[in-house]
C-alpha cells in the first residue's frame, strides 16, 4: 500500500494567485489546505487581465498564499513530499513567478518537482470529490481562457477532441458583459440577470463548423454587440432599425437569450463526444462551470447518456491550485516527476488523437 504523501501545489497562470496543500494516499485526494488571492480589483478597471500587472501581483502575493495554505493545513516545510506548480498554458510572466517558486521550493528541501497543465488540472478538480471518477472519460474545460473537450484514456492522459476556434466560453461572457455595461468578469453578472429574463427575444446561436464539433462564441459576441447598438449602416440599403432600448428588462433578456445560446452550443459539444466515445464518466471544469444553467445541461446529457457525471466543486472551477495539486498527486502516484530545467510554456500542448 502507498504511503500518505503531501503536496504544495501553486497556480499562478492567468489572474489568480493561489497555494493549495492536498494529501494522497493511492486513493482519494484531499485538499488540507487551500488559499486563492484573486486579482479581480487589480483588473476590473481595465474589462480584463492586464498581463504585466498579473506577474507583479502574484510576485507581491504567493508567499502570503503559500503562508496561509501551509498554515490552515497544518504542515511545515519539512512535511511536504513534493512541490508542483502549473507551467501550461498561460501568461508566460505569470506562470514564470508559480513555477519558478515551486522549483526553488522543491529544491530548498530536497524532493521533487512537478510541472503541471492547467487545463487538464480543471478535469483533475473532479478527482477532488468524494469518489474518483472511472476512465475512459470525456471533459468539459470552460474556463476564461480555454473550451476543450478532451478525451482521457485515464487520469494522465488526455487527446483534444473538440475546442474553439476564437473567444472562450468564458472570455465571451466576459466581453458579452462588457457589451451590456455590467461588471468584470463578466459570467456571474450574465447569470444572474439571465434569470429574469426571456430567452426567446432575440434568436441567438453560436457558431458552428461543417464537419467538426469545434466552437466559436465571436459572431455570438457580434450578434450580441449588434442587438445593443443597432446593425451598422451599409452603402446604398435602406436605413437599419433603431435597436430597442436598453433598460434593464431588455438587458435580461438579452443575458437569457446569450447565456442560452453559449449553453447549446457547449451542450452539442459535449454530446457529440458522449454519443461517440461512450466514455465511463463525464468530467467539467473551469470557470463557467460554474454557471448553473451550465451545470444543468451537463446533468441531462450524463442523464440522458447514464454516463455518471463529475462536476467541480464551485469553489474549484475557477482558478485555485487544489486542482494542481490533484493532477500532481495523479502523476506523483504514477512516479513521474518534472526536471528544475521544465520550461514554462504559453499554450497547451493537448493535441488531438
Ligand atoms: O477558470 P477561470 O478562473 O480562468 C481561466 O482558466 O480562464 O475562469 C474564469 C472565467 C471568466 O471568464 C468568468 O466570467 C467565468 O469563468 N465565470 C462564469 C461564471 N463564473 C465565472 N461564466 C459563466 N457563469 C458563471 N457563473
Ligand atoms: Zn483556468
Not at 91 to 112: E, R, T
Not at 115 to 140: F, K, N
Not at 211 to 220: A, I, K, N, V
Not at 330 to 339: V, W
Request: overall charge neutral.
Amino acid at each position: 500500500m502507498s504511503r500518505h504523501r503531501l503536496i504544495l501545489a501553486l497556480e499562478t497562470s492567468c489572474d489568480e494567485t493561489a497555494a493549495a496543500v492536498v494529501a494522497c494516499d493511492g486513493g482519494a485526494i484531499r485538499v488540507l489546505g487551500d488559499a486563492v488571492i484573486t486579482q479581480d480589483q487589480v483588473h476590473a478597471t481595465y474589462g480584463g487581465v492586464v498581463p504585466e500587472l498579473a506577474s507583479r501581483a502574484h510576485l507581491e502575493k504567493l508567499t502570503p498564499a503559500i503562508r496561509t495554505a501551509m498554515e490552515r493545513a497544518g504542515v511545515a516545510a519539512q512535511d511536504l513530499d513534493a512541490v508542483a506548480a502549473g507551467h501550461r498554458p498561460g501568461l508566460i510572466g505569470s506562470l514564470l513567478v508559480g513555477v519558478s517558486a515551486a522549483k526553488a521550493f522543491a529544491w530548498s528541501i530536497q524532493k521533487p518537482f512537478l510541472g503541471v497543465d492547467h487545463v487538464q488540472a480543471h478535469l483533475a478538480a473532479c478527482h477532488l470529490g468524494e469518489r474518483p471518477p472511472a476512465y475512459p472519460a470525456v471533459g468539459l474545460v470552460a474556463s476564461g481562457g480555454h473550451t476543450h473537450v478532451l478525451s482521457l484514456q485515464d487520469p494522465l492522459h488526455a487527446t483534444l477532441v473538440a475546442r474553439t476556434r476564437d473567444d472562450a466560453a468564458g472570455e465571451a461572457f466576459d466581453k458579452a458583459a462588457s457589451i451590456l455595461g455590467l461588471g468584470w468578469p463578466g459570467g456571474p453578472h450574465i447569470e444572474r440577470l439571465a434569470a429574469s429574463g426571456d430567452p426567446d427575444a432575440l434568436p441567438l446561436q453560436a457558431g458552428r463548423f461543417a464537419g467538426s464539433e469545434d466552437f466559436s462564441f465571436s459572431g455570438l459576441k457580434t450578434a450580441l454587440l449588434y442587438a445593443v447598438r443597432g446593425v451598422p449602416q451599409a452603402p446604398h440599403r435602406p436605413p437599419r432599425p433603431e435597436p430597442p432600448s436598453l433598460d434593464d428588462a431588455r438587458r435580461a433578456d438579452l443575458c437569457a437569450a446569450f447565456q442560452r445560446a453559449v449553453v447549446r452550443s457547449l451542450e452539442r459539444g459535449v454530446r457529440s463526444a458522449v454519443d461517440r466515445l461512450r466514455p465511463r464518466s463525464l468530467l467539467a471544469g473551469g470557470g463557467v462551470i460554474r454557471n448553473g444553467a451550465v451545470r444543468a445541461m451537463l446533468e441531462q446529457v450524463a442523464a440522458d447518456s447514464q454516463v455518471p457525471l463529475h462536476l467541480s466543486a464551485p469553489a474549484h472551477c475557477t482558478d485555485n491550485a487544489a486542482m494542481i495539486g490533484a493532477l500532481a498527486a495523479l502523476r506523483l502516484q504514477a512516479g513521474q516527476a518534472d526536471p528544475l530545467d521544465l520550461a514554462s510554456e504559453p499554450l497547451s500542448l493537448i493535441a488531438r488523437a
